[in-house]
C-alpha cells in the first residue's frame, strides 16, 4: 500500500485541523448545495482524521474516505461517532481504490496527492478517474513551486523532496511540488481542467510561505488530449 508510515506518528503524535478548507466549501457550495445532497456520492482519497469527511457528512452528503493509516482512520470514525454522522471511512490503498468504475459524483485530494512520487500520483489519477462518473467532478489542493520547503532537504527527484528540516512540510517523508506547467501536464492526461487557482499566506512574520493549488477537474467519456 502506498503511503508514508511518518503519517502514522503525524496522527499519533499531532492535534489535526478540525475545519475544512473554505476553498472546498466553496468547491462543494457552487457544485453541489442545490442537489439532493442525499444522492450525492463523495469520496475523500488521503482522508486522514476527517476534517474534510466530516464537514461532508455534516452537510448530508453520501461520503466515504480512504486513508493508510489507521490511527487517522480511528480517530475520524471517533470524531463522527462523537457527532452522530455518518460515513464510509477505511484504510485502503489509493493506488487500488477498493470501488467499481464510475461509482462516485465527486473524489476530493486535500493535500493527499503531493505526498507521492510523479509515477504514484499518475497512478493515483488513473484510479481517480476509474472511480469518477462521467461528467463527475475532481478537486485537489497541492503544494506550488513558491511553497516553503525548509533550510535543508534531500531532492529526490523532479521537484521531489525528503528530510525537510523545517516548516509545514516537516516531518511528512516525501513533499512533491508544481508548478502550473506540471499541473497542466499532469492532471490534463486524464481530466478536463476546469480551473487552477492558486491561495497563498505566510506564516512567521512572512518568514514562511505556504502556496498551494486549488484545481477542479471534470471526467469526461472522451479522452482528454
Known amino acids: 500500500m502506498v503511503w508514508d508510515l511518518e503519517w502514522d506518528n503525524v496522527f ?46 455534516r452537510e448530508g452528503f453520501d461520503v466515504y474516505g480512504v486513508e493508510g493509516s489507521m490511527t487517522a482512520v480511528e480517530k475520524a470514525k471517533r470524531r463522527m461517532e462523537g457527532d452522530a454522522l455518518h460515513a464510509t471511512i477505511i484504510q485502503g490503498d489509493i493506488l487500488n481504490l477498493p470501488f467499481q468504475k464510475e461509482n462516485f459524483d465527486a473524489v476530493i485530494d486535500g493535500d493527499c496527492l503531493y505526498c507521492n512520487s510523479t509515477e504514484d500520483t499518475n497512478k493515483a489519477l488513473s484510479e481517480i478517474k476509474r472511480v469518477l462518473k462521467s461528467g463527475g467532478l475532481f478537486f485537489s ?3 506550488t513551486d513558491k511553497m516553503y520547503i525548509g533550510k535543508s532537504y534531500d531532492t529526490v527527484g523532479d521537484a521531489e523532496y525528503k528530510n525537510i528540516s523545517d516548516g509545514p512540510l516537516q516531518g511528512k517523508g516525501l513533499a512533491r511540488l508544481s508548478n502550473r506547467d506540471m499541473i497542466e501536464a499532469m492532471y490534463g492526461k486524464y481530466f478536463k481542467i476546469l480551473s487552477i487557482d492558486r491561495e497563498d499566506h505566510t506564516r512567521d512574520n512572512g518568514y514562511i510561505l505556504v502556496s498551494k493549488w486549488v484545481i477542479v477537474c471534470q471526467s469526461t467519456s472522451k479522452k482528454v488530449d
Open 141 to 143: 489542493r497541492t503544494p
Open 12 to 57: 499519533k503524535k499531532q492535534d489535526w485541523g478540525k475545519y475544512p478548507p473554505e476553498c472546498l466549501i466553496r468547491f462543494i457550495a457552487k457544485y453541489y448545495y442545490n442537489s439532493d445532497r442525499k444522492t450525492i456520492k463523495i469520496l475523500e482519497v488521503g482522508s486522514g482524521t476527517g476534517t474534510n469527511i466530516w464537514y461532508m457528512a
